[in-house]
């Protein structure tokens, strides 16, 4: 078995069946001189990568700044499910969005799934990407709730068909005894996110990125023409666009102090054998259950099991997230007691207050994106298409996340992961009841 690295151990990619089984390794240049691009992006995740390559195919001048490897943080350590929509709840914000940006961003959480779709697509990108995903009940409730969720797909003009499965209809998709029934659908899916990443990067490589690696900034200087500046280099630009998300760290106060990095883990089983994994998923889908501190596994194109869980607001990564997680897995699917666990890693997440992605100006020539509360896979990619087209003079569907108001999380540094992981605790506690 593989243990953990912590992100603070590295610059490489900690140790994930994903970075072991990566198409090719980036090896970016480290950014050494001091150079103009029309835009540069701060982060080398789905965000970052993608408002590269949204802006290289319209054709404009981008650089790329990455702290670590491509692909680093969370969107490489990710549970790799691809599921629709934006945030939770838009309705919420209805006075300050209107009825109309309310269906807007509904309607752009049916696209961000497409768009990953076509990448693939495009670019030929060899990610895995296979589509299938279900919602597992362990509650009564959860099936009322899910029996609402089907009818509300429909209402916004999802074409997919979404299925309410009993729990013997559902064993044709998730063998397990855990579960009462669940929502099958075929408009989300999974995929090996890192390799989806790179492929992204190359990409936008080929339509003319400049990309580097190992080159953290250690300061941003806004102005009419803003300038991020590296240990050894800088780059000044007509626009910066800040997607660090959980791992931006304090290069920016207001940014920090709106995003709460939360830790979550994974575990990867040995490839398991056909028979094996036929049985306990055979509908080779994508499975997340609905609580607060939910379970979602999947299996790999080599049929290992993917397992993932432990979701907290500490910000410390589990002591054991293996010994943790196994014994989840093993509650789950008892036949996989004696799997060999391969990898075990965690990864940072950025929680938001509201749970709504966070994308606005800091200034005229600074912007950001950040905060997908663990719900990035597909979002980062819309997110990413909203952002060029503000930068490119279309900057409707970008207003209308930006007229959602954000807050700080209270409690300063020191109170506010107390105090988030004690609200944690008591939706945990709703959960159980």
Not at 82 to 91: A, N, Q, T
Not at 131 to 154: I, N, S
Not at 220 to 242: C, D, H, M, Y
Not at 323 to 329: A, E, F, Q, Y
Request: a neutral charge; one cysteine or more; charged letters at 20%.
């Amino acid at each position: 078995m593989l243990g953990l690295k912590s992100p603070s151990e590295t610059q490489e990619h900690t140790c994930s069946f994903y970075a072991a089984t990566a198409n090719w390794q980036t090896d970016y240049p480290t950014l050494e001189e001091d150079i103009d691009a029309d835009v540069v992006v701060v982060g080398g995740g789905f965000s970052g990568v993608n408002t590269a390559l949204e802006l290289a195919e319209r054709g404009i001048d981008v650089a790329l700044l990455e702290a670590n490897r491509i692909s680093w943080g969370a969107t490489g350590r990710n549970g790799g499910q691809i599921i629709g929509g934006i945030g939770h709840d838009p309705e919420r914000f209805t006075k300050h969005i209107g009825e109309e940006g309310v269906r807007a961003i509904y309607q752009m959480g049916l696209e961000a799934r497409d768009i990953i779709a076509e990448r693939v697509e495009k670019y030929e990108i060899d990610c895995d990407l296979k589509w299938g995903y279900c919602d597992v009940a362990l509650k009564p409730r959860h099936m009322t709730a899910f029996a609402q969720w089907k009818d509300f797909e429909k209402s916004i003009g999802n074409t997919h068909e979404y299925t309410l499965l009993d729990k013997d209809e559902l064993k044709q998709f998730v063998s397990s005894q855990q579960y009462l029934g669940g929502l099958l659908n075929y408009a989300n899916g999974h995929i090996h996110p890192l390799n989806l990443c790179i492929g992204e990067a190359r990409a936008a490589e080929r339509l003319g990125t400049r990309i580097f690696e190992q080159s953290r900034v250690l300061n941003l200087v806004q102005g009419p023409r803003p300038r991020v500046v590296t240990e050894r280099g800088s780059i000044t630009a007509r626009k910066v666009i800040l997607c660090g998300n959980a791992y931006l760290g304090g290069l920016v106060s207001r940014l920090a102090s709106r995003v709460l990095p939360s830790s979550s883990s994974v575990i990867a089983t040995a490839p398991l054998p056909d028979n094996l994994a036929q049985k306990i998923l055979p509908g080779d889908v994508a499975v997340c259950d609905p609580r607060t501190a939910l379970d979602y596994f999947r299996l790999s194109a080599d049929k290992r099991m993917l397992f993932g869980g432990l979701s907290n607001y500490s910000g410390l990564e589990p002591s054991d997230v293996v010994g943790v997680l196994s014994r989840k897995m093993h509650k789950v699917f008892p036949e996989l007691q004696d799997a060999q666990v391969d990898y075990g890693w965690s990864g940072q997440i950025g929680i938001g207050i509201n749970r709504m992605p966070q994308l606005g100006h800091l200034s005229e020539g600074v912007s950001y994106i950040q905060a997908y509360s663990g719900h990035g896979v597909a979002p980062t990619h819309i997110m990413a298409r909203i952002m060029a087209e503000m930068i490119s003079g279309s900057p409707e569907r970008f207003n209308v996340f930006a007229r959602i108001p954000h807050w700080p999380f209270p409690g300063g540094k020191l109170l506010r992961r107390p105090g988030l992981a004690l609200g944690m605790s008591w939706y945990k506690l709703k959960d159980a009841l």
